[in-house]
């Protein structure tokens, strides 16, 4: 028991150290960091047709049919709200459609901040809360303060954790429209929603990277003008800290 006591108290002052070496130095180094990534040629395009990515889908040619009278009586007997059946697809010249290269380069850029904005925020959590003290009458206002951090940083969290939905949900809907365009080659409605939805994926990447750097930057500003009060929210009976 004494042991596990031991290992827990190392725990806490592990998660101490880790949290203050991350706000005086990571925060700092990654909020450059994704300064210069947003101003790099994959994240600042002006031009959105840039990021288009040819399908690879070729539209057939139309078959004529010589038999006219045969297409008027085969035409009469469709109801008018039948559903026209679109064209079998049973391989692609190419193999496969590809996934827009751009977008998928800047997925894999974004992922891992993603997760690393995630790992911060629950260390940054668990350090506030080791140092909150125990419930007592009176001098709480550095207490609120760090209850307030704290809600912050779940929000953070929270918002991070969301990231990932958006662009899992980005491939399941590109997925679906790519599938019409195979089986509706001519139809070219469905080529330019691909293109829009490519777009506006390109913009939301590049909205979750400024988010991630505002994060960051926000977390430090309101850690650092609070950090007194957060590491010693009680100017007496210190000693009474978790």
Request: aromatic content about 8%; some cysteine.
């Amino acid at each position: 028991m004494a042991d596990n006591a031991q290992k827990v108290l190392q725990y806490k002052e592990t998660v101490k150290k880790q949290a203050e070496d991350l706000i005086n130095n990571g925060f700092p180094r990654k909020i450059v960091e994704l300064n210069d990534l947003l101003a790099t040629p994959l994240f600042s395009t002006k031009n959105l047709e840039e990021v288009h990515q040819d399908l690879k889908v070729p539209v057939p040619s139309p078959i004529i049919s010589n038999n006219h009278d045969s297409c008027e009586t085969e035409t009469k007997k469709r109801k008018l709200d039948e559903v026209t059946a679109g064209t079998p697809v049973l391989v692609l010249p190419t193999g496969i459609v590809p996934c827009n290269s751009h977008i998928r380069q800047m997925i894999k850029i974004v992922k891992p901040y993603i997760w690393h904005l995630v790992e911060d925020a629950n260390l940054l959590k668990m350090w506030i809360s080791f140092l909150i003290p125990k419930i007592e009458d009176g001098n709480n206002f550095g207490v609120s303060i760090q209850e307030d951090m704290l809600a912050e940083i779940r929000t953070v969290e929270s918002e991070a954790a969301a990231f990932f939905d958006q662009i899992s949900r980005y491939f399941i809907t590109r997925g679906k429209i790519v599938t019409k365009v195979t089986k509706y080659p001519h139809v070219e409605d469905f080529r330019v929603t691909v293109e829009e939805l490519d777009e506006k994926e390109y913009v939301s990447l590049k909205l979750v990277m400024c988010e991630i750097r505002n994060h960051y930057s926000t977390l430090h500003d309101i850690i650092m003008k609070n950090l007194e009060k957060i590491k010693k929210p009680r100017t007496s009976n210190v000693d009474n800290l978790y």
